[in-house]
C-alpha cells in the first residue's frame, strides 16, 4: 500500500500547479500503464506521454512532486517509472 505521509497538506497553493496541466483533461490511461503492459505497447505509451509531458507549462513542478512524494507508477514530469527511481536513488546517496 502507498503511504502518503510525504504528499503536501491540502493546500490549494501546493496543488494550484496541476490546473495548468497539459494532462488535465485526459484520460489516466494515456499516462499509467494497464495490468499485463509490456514490451513495445508500453514504450508507446509512454512516449506519446511524455511528449505530453514536453509541451506542459508546469513539467517542472509536476516532476518534483513525483520525486517528492515518490510516486511509484506512471509518466509524471516527463519522467517514466524507471527514470524517477534512478534519480530517487542517486538522491538517496547524497
Not at 17 to 25: E, K
Not at 76 to 93: K, Y
Request: hydrophobic letters at 30%; charged letters at 35%.
Amino acid at each position: 500500500m502507498t503511504t502518503t505521509a510525504r504528499l503536501p497538506k491540502p493546500n490549494s497553493e501546493e496543488w494550484a500547479w496541476q490546473l495548468r496541466a497539459a494532462c488535465r483533461d485526459l484520460r489516466t490511461a494515456h499516462f499509467f500503464h494497464p495490468e499485463n503492459e509490456r514490451g513495445g505497447k508500453r514504450v508507446e505509451r509512454e512516449r506519446r506521454a511524455k511528449r505530453v509531458c514536453r509541451r506542459c507549462p508546469v513539467i517542472a513542478q509536476c516532476r518534483e512532486h513525483a520525486l517528492r512524494t515518490r510516486e511509484p507508477y506512471g509518466v509524471w514530469g516527463g519522467l517514466g517509472e524507471q527514470e524517477r527511481r534512478g534519480l530517487l536513488g542517486g538522491r538517496a546517496a547524497r
